[in-house]
């Protein structure tokens, strides 16, 4: 498996780590560099949503979540790493949500800056996700620019 091996202790190590990846591997993105962000975006929306392993939290890098062979990990820090990976590469203002629907968080998501405002681009679930909604009521909710 082509993931991290890192230990991502804290909510906000893994918001780090999501953004080194993404930033450090825009070049996997090359043979995307002619779509634009919503057609990307449905791709990655389009791709088999894939739960990390039980108590263990994985990242992959771009190329591997869009490799159509991969077993591995393709959960919501997983797509975001490629929306972020494009928003990079598209020069897009983004930024990352993480949020839950209790008190704590339990998913991640970015958000471009789209029409003059904030705008989610959740593609977590191929039949759930829409572009520019929420998947739910976010009880918690900590934005990282």
């Known amino acids: 498996m082509k993931a991290t091996q890192r230990n991502l202790p804290s909510q906000d190590f893994t918001i780090v780590e999501i953004k080194r990846i993404a930033s450090q591997h825009v070049k996997d993105l090359d043979n995307f560099k002619d779509w634009n962000f919503f057609k990307f975006y449905n791709l990655v929306r389009s791709l088999p949503y894939v739960a990390d392993p039980i108590g263990n939290e994985t990242l992959s890098r771009p190329k591997y979540t869009l490799s159509g062979d991969w077993i591995g990990a393709r959960d919501c820090d997983?797509?975001?790493?490629?929306?972020?990976?494009?928003?990079?590469?598209?020069?897009?203002?983004?930024?990352?949500?993480?949020?839950?629907?209790?008190?704590?968080?339990?998913?991640?998501?970015?958000?471009?800056?789209?029409?003059?405002?904030?705008?989610?681009?959740?593609?977590?679930?191929?039949?759930?996700?829409?572009?520019?909604?929420?998947l739910y009521n976010e009880k918690f909710r900590k934005v990282y620019p």
């Not at 490629?82 to 970015?110: E, M, N, T």
């Open 78 to 134: 997983d797509k975001t790493i490629l929306l972020v990976s494009k928003a990079i590469q598209d020069k897009i203002p983004y930024r990352i949500v993480i949020c839950g629907k209790g008190d704590f968080a339990h998913h991640v998501y970015p958000e471009i800056f789209f029409q003059n405002h904030w705008t989610p681009a959740d593609a977590t679930y191929p039949d759930r996700s829409v572009f520019g909604k929420y």
